[in-house]
């Protein structure tokens, strides 16, 4: 059970990557009070896990219905989290993430309203940047590993949350936590983390081709 909730709470820390998504929202939260700020982080935390438990408890329900296997799921996830990997070894994911940031900036200027008034709790803090493609999948991917034991699955809900909470504490304290992280900082433990999860995506893909072929 201890080796289920370190590999799931890896994999989904990389995939939701916390520490990156703070200076993302201390962009989108700039000028804002702190009342704001906090239920903005509190709002997107509880939307991002209701999204992502909603997922793990009903995905493979879900996949079913359209007549797909575990297996071809674990494969095709696993290719869609490795390109996910890569984007974080070269910081693509970083630099589409701050342009998507600068567009909900620029629309709330082209409408006249201050950022303040604007909810980016829904998206795009919540949806697409905690509960993305990428988390929807490791975390459905995760759950289908438990094959269907209730204790086992609770521990990949346990880790969900776990790394939901730390992601919650960042966004709580993305000001202080701004001067401390640098930018050199910021970008290698990003490839760092990307370089592990590269790992685990393979892993996925090598348990979909062996569920596969009954290797």
Do not use: N, W, Y
């Not at 709002?43 to 359209?66: D, K, M, Q, T, Y």
């Not at 709790?121 to 975390?139: C, D, E, N, Q, T």
């Not at 204790?151 to 969900?160: F, H, I, N, R």
């Amino acid at each position: 059970m201890v080796q289920l909730f370190i590999s799931a709470f890896v994999t989904l820390f990389v995939v939701i990557d916390p520490p990156g998504c703070v200076p993302i929202f201390s962009s989108l939260t700039a000028g804002t009070t702190p009342k704001h700020r906090r239920d903005m982080a509190v709002r997107s935390s509880l939307i991002a896990a209701g999204v992502l438990i909603a997922f793990a408890l009903g995905g493979e329900a879900f996949l079913s219905a359209l007549g797909i296997t575990l297996p071809a799921f674990k494969i095709a996830g696993g290719l869609m989290v490795f390109v996910i990997a890569i984007d974080m070894v070269f910081e693509k994911r970083t630099q589409r993430r701050e342009t998507r940031a600068e567009g909900v900036k620029s629309a709330a200027d082209a409408a006249g309203k201050p950022l303040e008034e604007e909810d980016i709790s829904v998206f795009p803090m919540a949806i697409p940047m905690l509960a993305g493609p990428g988390s929807i999948a490791s975390v459905m991917l995760l759950s289908a590993r438990t094959d269907g034991d209730v204790t086992q699955e609770a521990v990949v809900l346990g880790a969900l949350v776990t790394v939901l909470l730390l992601t919650l504490l960042c966004l709580l304290a993305a000001g202080p936590m701004m001067k401390l992280m640098g930018a050199k900082f910021e970008g290698a433990l990003t490839r760092l983390l990307g370089v592990v999860l590269a790992a685990l995506a393979a892993q996925f893909v090598i348990d979909g081709i062996k569920q596969s072929f009954g290797l």
